[in-house]
């Protein structure tokens, strides 16, 4: 390191210490580097220049100084190593430097659009979905909707065999009232091992992976059916509340997420599609564009 870079990084850290919190002002060492000067070169490569604020704006992870002054010449490196080889990687791909430059364009101008886009449908476009409309459109597109997989919503839960309470418990997962069904609840979320409160689709399958080899999962498929099956210190009762198979229509329940998000998907297309529509029909009647006939010699 030369007399004259490591006078600068003595210098720098000098100014560090100034402050009695230390380890706090060297995560905005920028804030009170202002005697320092602001066009200072710290290294160069090339055309390309380090300056000293960069180095002042760093968020120097040491509170001695030698490690300090070790963390900065590291930087300084890796640095100018960057540089080198960048300025290495111009040279060895010409033909690729107007291609990238295309691209960070494209990009440039898709991330630009995008944001615009999300603007004007954040404020212009009503995300709310009415019943009446995720019913008009299931209704329309039911044949859409085949269930991928076979699914179940049922009763479940895992109990010690020996529980007192078990007739009761097997009396109110039979049940569909009110009451039995709170009594179920709350027999579920104190007592059981696993559950599953029978408001929600579940994928079969891994479903049925929960359940011991042994028990007889047939009656499982039907509805409103009650399955029991004693397991060692273990208990298992189901009732199947409802069943979609493979290949089926899917119960509007089981896919009104996915229409919501289908009929704000449109309404935000349509949005699109008009304002990009009026901005091309106010263009046309002030003349701001204009489209050259190529076939015109």
């Known amino acids: 390191m030369t007399t004259k870079v490591f006078q600068l990084k003595f210098n720098i850290i000098k100014i560090l210490l100034k402050s009695a919190w230390l380890y706090c002002l060297f995560s905005i060492v920028a804030c009170n580097s202002t005697d320092a000067p602001k066009k200072t070169i710290v290294a160069k490569v090339g055309a390309v220049n380090l300056y000293l604020p960069e180095i002042e704006a760093l968020q120097i992870p040491y509170k001695d100084k030698n490690d300090s002054l070790d963390f900065i010449d590291k ?93 009761s418990i097997k009396s109110w997962i039979k049940a569909d009232d009110i009451i039995a069904q709170e009594q179920f609840e709350n027999t579920a979320i104190s007592f059981a091992s696993n559950f599953s409160l029978g408001n929600e689709w579940l994928s079969y399958e891994g479903f049925k992976d929960k359940l011991p080899k042994g028990m007889k999962k047939g009656n499982l498929y039907k509805k409103n059916k009650f399955v029991e099956y004693d397991n060692d210190d273990l ?63």
């Open 75 to 167: 930087y300084i490196e890796n640095w100018v190593k960057s540089q080198l080889f960048l300025n290495k990687a111009d040279q060895f791909l010409p033909n690729k430097l107007k291609e990238i430059d295309r691209q960070i364009e494209d990009y440039r101008k898709s991330l630009l659009t995008f944001n615009y886009e999300q603007e004007l449908l954040t404020k212009n476009v009503n995300s709310k979905v009415s019943e009446d409309e995720i019913m008009s459109y299931y209704n329309t597109y039911k044949n859409n909707f085949k269930l991928a997989e076979s699914i179940i919503k049922i009763k479940y839960l895992v109990l010690e065999s020996d529980i007192i309470t078990l007739d």
């Open 235 to 297: 208990m298992y009762l189901c009732k199947t509340m409802d069943f979609g198979k493979k290949g089926d229509v899917a119960p509007l329940e089981y896919k009104r997420q996915d229409i919501e998000k289908i009929i704000v998907n449109k309404r935000k297309i349509a949005y699109l599609k008009r304002i990009k529509d009026k901005i091309y029909n106010d263009a046309i009647s002030k003349n701001d564009f204009e489209i050259y006939d190529l076939n015109k010699k």
